[in-house]
């Protein structure tokens, strides 16, 4: 089975500013995706990035970037410039290949921008 | 396309009551999925299922029961509800493809409350 945990409960970061969320997991297997989704006070569960394990680049979508260490088990998310619209909380996610698509997610980490 | 929605969005429940969540999607995915959130917590998998007709247990599937009549639709059933199911639950669905692993789109969630 596949753990994944998120260390930081809770996170704050000044408007404008960078800040990384921190991922690891556990598994046995080679072939896998990873995943961040942002839940906000509306509690929509909202994809932000992906990662597959196979590629050795990391993904970026726009301000947000993951650094993915595979040996590690680390997958960690960067956001720049933060805006006030990041305020939420942010969820880790493992999905095993071709087994049913399932996910199992981390305790997440709440982040406060502020102003 | 509404996407992912559920019926209801808040329930209270007397303890020994019964109930049943309804998820639909207008996407055509194969897969569907019912999650439970718990406060401070990430999600966990309830039930899920690869298929018109074709069920599987989760992580916590103890108290539930599921069935997937049609293809859009993926309903989640509690027979006799305990104080321990007071959460909120997801659905989400996804589709398939041999050799491709696809994001999950998730509902806007439904907060169960039993007294």
């Known amino acids: 089975a596949q753990t994944v945990t998120q260390s930081q409960p809770e996170m704050s970061v000044q408007e404008a500013e960078t800040v990384t969320l921190s991922c690891t997991y556990d598994?046995?297997?080679?072939?896998?995706?990873l995943f961040w989704y942002k839940q906000p006070p509306s509690r929509q569960m909202i994809l932000v990035i992906r990662?597959?394990?196979?590629?050795?680049q990391n993904a970026t979508e726009n301000r947000f970037s993951v650094n993915f260490q595979k040996a590690a088990k680390s997958f960690s998310l960067k956001i720049s410039d933060s805006q006030l619209g990041d305020t939420a909380m942010y969820f880790c996610?493992?999905?095993?290949?071709?087994?049913?698509?399932?996910?199992?997610f981390g305790g997440g980490t709440r982040l406060m921008v502020k102003p | 396309n509404a996407g992912v929605t559920q019926t209801p969005k808040f329930r209270v429940l007397k303890t020994g009551q019964s109930m049943t969540l309804l998820c639909a999607q207008d996407?055509?995915?194969?897969?569907m999925y019912w999650y439970r959130q718990d406060p401070g917590m990430g999600l966990r998998l309830i039930h899920y299922?690869?298929?018109?007709?074709?069920?599987a247990k989760g992580e916590v599937p103890d108290g539930y029961n599921v069935s997937r009549l049609k293809k859009q639709n993926f309903l989640l059933g509690l027979e006799s509800a305990a104080p321990s199911q007071t959460s909120v639950y997801f659905c989400?669905?996804?589709?398939?493809?041999?050799?491709?692993?696809?994001?999950?789109?998730f509902g806007p969630g439904t907060r169960l409350t039993v007294t």
């Open positions: 989400a669905s996804t589709r398939s493809k041999t050799g491709l692993t696809y994001e999950q789109y």
């Open positions: 598994t046995s297997e080679n072939n896998y995706y």
């Open positions: 990662q597959e394990a196979y590629k050795q």
């Open positions: 996610a493992f999905m095993k290949s071709n087994a049913g698509n399932m996910l199992t």
């Open positions: 996407m055509n995915h194969e897969y």
């Open positions: 299922s690869v298929g018109e007709g074709t069920t």
